[in-house]
């Protein structure tokens, strides 16, 4: 299966923090899953950084990839295929980062993991943790 992690599930894995479901921890542990992390999550952990934003992301953009890479998940890039999903999702997030984890799932495809209430309604690409 291959699942795409949100940016907080990303973090977590790599932290082994007590806030990762059971069910994320499996999914990421099994062998057979391919985890891919998005160049949009490396945005999101950059920008947060720069603004001195506390997030919960101990690390800098730059440590992301590093640490991201180093646990075995591969970085996905970002297309403009992906960018144009984006306006035929459902208004049911305003975060515009999100948004593009979602259409990125759906585009590719594959599960996107999170905890993120706000993204269970976009249906079966969606893996609530």
Known sequence: MR???????????????PRLSAKATQLIAEPANAIFVSAVSVLE???KQALGKPSGFPFSGQAAIG?????????LNV???????????PKLHG????????AQAKSEPMYLITADRHLFGYGSTIIPC
Do not use: C, M, N
Request: proline share 2%.
């Open 3 to 17: 699942l795409l992690l949100d940016t907080h599930i990303a973090v977590w894995a790599l932290l082994g923090s």
């Open 79 to 89: 297309t403009a295929e992906h960018a144009a999903g984006v306006e035929t999702l």
């Open 67 to 75: 640490h991201f890479t180093k646990a075995g998940y591969h970085l």
């Open 45 to 47: 952990i950059a920008i």
């Open 95 to 102: 975060d515009p980062i999100d948004r593009l984890l979602v």
